[in-house]
């Protein structure tokens, strides 16, 4: 079972940035595709975004084209969401969560996935 580790969420205004980081246990992260998601109070969990394992494919909800960035470093295992035009709408907890796929046209977990604990990201002025 891997080990995933949030960070870098926080309280950002309208139009901020913010970069997030999941961060994994093992090298066998990096065979994986991952994807983040998140969850607002009163809301169903969302698929943000996705990445392949190896060869850079990435997948991003409507609702943040073009605002958003997925990347990862092997290297490091880690994968990365650059958040960019931050609105009040993208507040929740995001979870970074290994292995995913494409269902549907969405990033979705593919099977019992591992999770990390989620970091709490507020978009207020």
């Known amino acids: 079972q891997l080990q995933l580790v949030e960070s870098g969420g926080g309280l950002v205004q309208p139009g901020g940035s913010l970069r997030l980081s999941c961060a994994a246990s093992?090298?066998?992260?990096?065979?994986?595709?991952t994807g983040w998601f998140r969850q607002a109070p009163g809301k169903e969990r969302e698929g943000v975004s996705c990445?392949?394992?190896?060869?850079?494919?990435?997948k991003y909800a409507d609702s943040v084209k073009g605002r958003f960035t997925i990347s990862r470093d092997n290297a490091k295992k880690t994968v990365y969401l650059q958040m960019n035009s931050l609105k009040p709408e993208d507040t929740g907890v995001y979870y970074c969560?290994?292995?995913?796929?494409?269902?549907?046209?969405?990033?979705?977990?593919?099977?019992?996935?591992?999770w990390g604990q989620g970091t709490q990201v507020t978009v207020s002025s």
């Open positions: 969560a290994v292995p995913v796929e494409v269902r549907g046209g969405k990033c979705t977990p593919a099977r019992p996935a591992d």
């Open positions: 093992e090298f066998s992260f990096n065979y994986y595709a």
């Open positions: 990445i392949s394992s190896s060869d850079g494919r990435t």
